[in-house]
Nanobody, 116 residues
Framework: QVQLVESGGGLVQSGGSLRLSCAASGRIFFRFYVMGWYRQAPGKQRELVATITSGGSTNYADSVKGRFTISRDNAKNTVYLQMNSLKPEDTAVYYC?????????WGQGTQVTVSS
């Protein structure tokens, strides 16, 4: 069984910053997986916003490129998402998962709300 627990969300004004964390536990060899941050806004499908390989290579959705930074600490089984210059359209529930996502790994997510 694998648990992914997201934290760090909150309410922030447009232009502000937040740092999300995702701690993995259970039957997962964390260091070998590509990890991703996903988000789901109200009425929209869940989308992948950033990924990081076991070696630290990163990739970003165009909508967050230059504003978000994904990182990982394999010793702590944790992946992070630093979000800067936040916009109201970044408002969503943010989740982490492996890439490609495994259905059974979804956690509760963490709510990010950006006010204008």
């Amino acid at each position: 069984q694998v648990q992914l627990v997201e934290s760090g969300g909150g309410l922030v004004q447009s232009g502000g910053s937040l740092r999300l964390s995702c701690a993995a536990s259970g039957r997962i060899f964390f260091r070998f997986y590509v990890m991703g941050w996903y988000r789901q806004a109200p009425g929209k499908q869940r989308e992948l916003v950033a990924t990081i390989t076991s070696g630290g290579s990163t990739n970003y959705a165009d909508s967050v490129k230059g504003r978000f930074t994904i990182s990982r600490d394999n010793a702590k089984n944790t992946v992070y998402l630093q979000m800067n210059s936040l916009k109201p359209e970044d408002t969503a529930v943010y989740y982490c998962n492996v890439d490609p996502a495994v259905t059974g790994y979804w956690g509760q997510g963490t709510q990010v709300t950006v006010s204008s």
